[in-house]
């Protein structure tokens, strides 16, 4: 029974708890590291990791996404963003981090981001990028928002997409519209594609399970990095913490596993995941795989040069992300570092997968879905 607590007379709201609020219990039995696999598959695709990238051009380039994908990850490039913009993305993102530093006007560099997204969309140098992807043989992603995926989704496909994320700020089944533009029908679009569709965010159980009825192969909960989004507290007020948020979206995949004889949805967390302890608890609250933002942000690769934002940050009237240092621009860690080691630090932020794969096996488990039955504590 849902925990429910007053707020006031006539007025409840439901007891919800943060990654930072839980534990994962260990059980009467643990395992060498060195037999667990963190392995997971999406559709057709396996990966060794059960990490994406946030799909921002602060951490994903066509290289980076390269380089994540030989790391056994998968880079989410933003279909959208500076990309599929510009051909000059890195003299672009130095003028917006030189801002950033300077930080006189701390709305300055969020300014410059929205003129910069105000360039056209240029499918054709987007298809480029995707090429070049593709072309390094890693399994290529490419994220859209609801409002512009049937414009650039074949496009996309035509390029050689291997997967498609839909991905906004809130995404539902249904959108309801009294204006000239069609809406998109999420279980229409979907049925006629040939490619696996990955689509979010959610918040809670009842639209994660109407997305998953609409033949999305993965579900994304959240929307990024609270440190680098003002979606839940100062602009939009929404929000669910992410170990409910998940939790609630592993019940919706259970509840549709047995709707239709065995279809499995994959559940993909995306936000407060910021070590290697936040990824294990993720996957202890249910998830498949995890959204990674600041963690990537850090490394020697990442475009945004030690800068995270989300990619709402560039919203042309209504921002809703800061830009967020995360690591100085010299003596950044190599990708390999960040998701494999050695680690020279103690605080989870290296060796993402070690830790990950050390928590598996402190706790007795094998592998990722065993993992998903883990004893939780929470704090009170």
């Known amino acids: 029974m849902r925990d429910l607590v007053d707020i006031g007379m006539g007025r409840t709201a439901r007891q919800t708890f943060e990654l930072d609020d839980i534990n994962i219990v260990p059980s009467r039995r643990t395992r060498s590291s060195s037999e667990v696999s963190t392995a997971w598959q999406l559709d057709a695709y396996r990966?060794?990791?059960?990490?994406?990238?946030?799909?921002?051009?602060?951490?994903?380039?066509?290289?980076?996404a390269i380089e994540l994908g030989r790391l056994g990850a998968l880079g989410v490039l933003n279909g959208e963003g500076l990309w599929a913009r510009h051909r000059d993305v890195e003299a672009k993102l130095a003028e917006v981090i030189a801002i950033a530093v300077d930080d006189v006007d701390p709305a300055a560099a969020i300014r410059r981001l929205q003129e910069l997204h105000a360039a056209p969309l240029d499918t054709g140098l987007l298809a480029e990028n995707v090429a070049r992807v593709r072309d390094a043989g890693v399994t290529t992603a490419v994220r859209v928002s609801p409002q512009n995926a049937q414009e650039l989704t074949p496009a996309l496909v035509k390029a050689g997409i291997d997967l498609l994320v839909v991905h906004g700020t809130i995404i539902s089944a249904e959108h309801v519209s009294h204006d000239d533009r069609e809406p998109l029908n999420l279980k229409t679009f979907i049925s006629e594609l040939d490619i696996p569709v990955v689509a979010g965010g959610v918040h809670d159980h009842r639209t994660a399970l109407h997305l998953m009825r609409t033949g999305a192969a993965g579900v994304v909960v959240g929307y990024g990095s609270a440190a680098g989004s003002t979606t839940t507290g100062e602009v939009l007020g929404i929000g669910v913490p992410m170990a409910t948020a998940i939790a609630d979206a592993a019940a919706a995949r259970r509840e549709y596993l047995d709707e239709t004889g065995g279809r499995y949805v994959h559940v993909i967390a995306d936000g407060d995941i910021h070590s290697s302890g936040t990824l294990a608890k993720a996957i202890a609250c249910g998830a498949d795989a995890a959204m990674l933002g600041t963690p990537l942000a850090a490394s020697?690769?990442?475009?945004?040069?030690?800068?995270?934002?989300?990619?709402?940050?560039?919203?042309?009237?209504?921002?809703?992300?800061?830009?967020?240092?995360?690591?100085?621009?010299?003596?950044?860690?190599?990708?390999?570092?960040?998701?494999?080691?050695?680690?020279?630090?103690?605080?989870?932020?290296?060796?993402?997968?070690?830790?990950?794969r050390r928590s598996m096996a402190k706790a007795g488990y094998s592998d990722l879905k065993e993992f998903q039955k883990v004893g939780l504590t929470a704090c009170s």
């Open 47 to 64: 990966f060794d990791t059960p990490i994406l990238s946030h799909p921002t051009d602060a951490l994903v380039s066509p290289e980076s």
């Open 300 to 356: 020697a690769e990442a475009p945004g040069r030690g800068w995270f934002w989300t990619a709402a940050a560039a919203h042309p009237s209504l921002p809703r992300g800061a830009l967020l240092q995360v690591a100085g621009d010299e003596d950044r860690p190599p990708l390999s570092e960040v998701l494999h080691g050695p680690s020279s630090e103690p605080f989870g932020q290296l060796n993402v997968v070690g830790g990950l």
